[in-house]
């Protein structure tokens, strides 16, 4: 199974800086089609699931364009370019480029400081 | 507006059966593969099982291979997950999910399930 190792375990910062998020992957996540299947989620606390990005840069609909993915092969990153006090919870990477089984990062909190 | 509301988890005794629902609607519900991820009390999120558009396929984690069991009702826009020889391991919250690998895209609210006697 590929592991995902996600980094650091939790970040706190201040309202209006930036905060980067870093996932590594065990082996490549370009799939035979091309394409790489690593997405990245937002849990707020008691909340659902939210995906904000999908295959590595593509951000969801409705998700501020302060949020942005990139990366490849084995080693991506989610960056907040001005962190907001919504923005706080846990994130976690995905891939489904080699499934079964879908894959997570152990997740990263988000705090502001 | 895509929805997906769960239900079905209670409180159940160890080696106990259960049946979780997920009822989606705003997406053509027969087109989609779908997915259960489970989220143990303070943990992670753990991929279950997923299931094809048209049930020919289904595919499930290592750790319920055997005990559960994933199905769909496409005239009903309803897929269930029935949970067999449940462990305390088991509690967690479900969430369905619309999609499969790298295409899930929402997720429902979840439903608690709580093995224990």
């Known amino acids: 199974d590929v592991v995902l190792s996600q980094s650091p375990l939790s970040l706190s910062v201040t309202l209006g800086q930036p905060a980067s998020i870093s996932c590594r992957s065990s082996?490549?996540?370009?799939?035979?089609?091309?394409?790489?299947?690593l997405n990245w989620v937002h849990q707020r606390p008691g909340q659902s699931p939210r995906r904000l990005i999908y295959k590595v840069s593509n951000r969801d609909s409705g998700v501020p364009d302060r949020f942005s993915g990139s990366g490849s092969g084995t080693n991506f990153t989610l960056k907040i370019s001005r962190v907001e006090a919504e923005d706080v919870g846990v994130y976690y990477c995905m891939q489904g480029t080699h499934w079964p089984p879908v894959t997570f990062g152990g997740g990263t909190k988000v705090e502001i400081k | 507006e895509v929805q997906l509301v769960e239900s079905g988890g209670v409180l159940v005794q160890p080696g106990g059966s259960l049946r979780l629902s997920c009822t989606a609607s705003g997406f053509t519900f027969s087109i989609f593969a779908m997915t259960w991820v489970r989220q143990a009390p303070g943990k992670g999120l753990e991929w279950v099982s997923s299931i094809s558009a048209n049930s020919d396929k289904s595919y499930y984690a290592d750790s319920v291979k055997g005990r559960f069991t994933v199905s769909r009702n496409n005239s009903g826009n309803t897929f269930y997950l029935q949970m067999n020889s449940l462990g305390p391991e088991d509690t967690a919250v479900y969430y369905c999910?619309?999609?499969?690998?790298?295409?899930?895209?929402?997720w429902g609210q979840g439903t608690l399930v709580t093995v224990s006697s």
């Open positions: 082996r490549s996540l370009v799939s035979s089609d091309g394409v790489t299947y």
């Open positions: 999910a619309k999609g499969v690998g790298g295409n899930t895209d929402y």
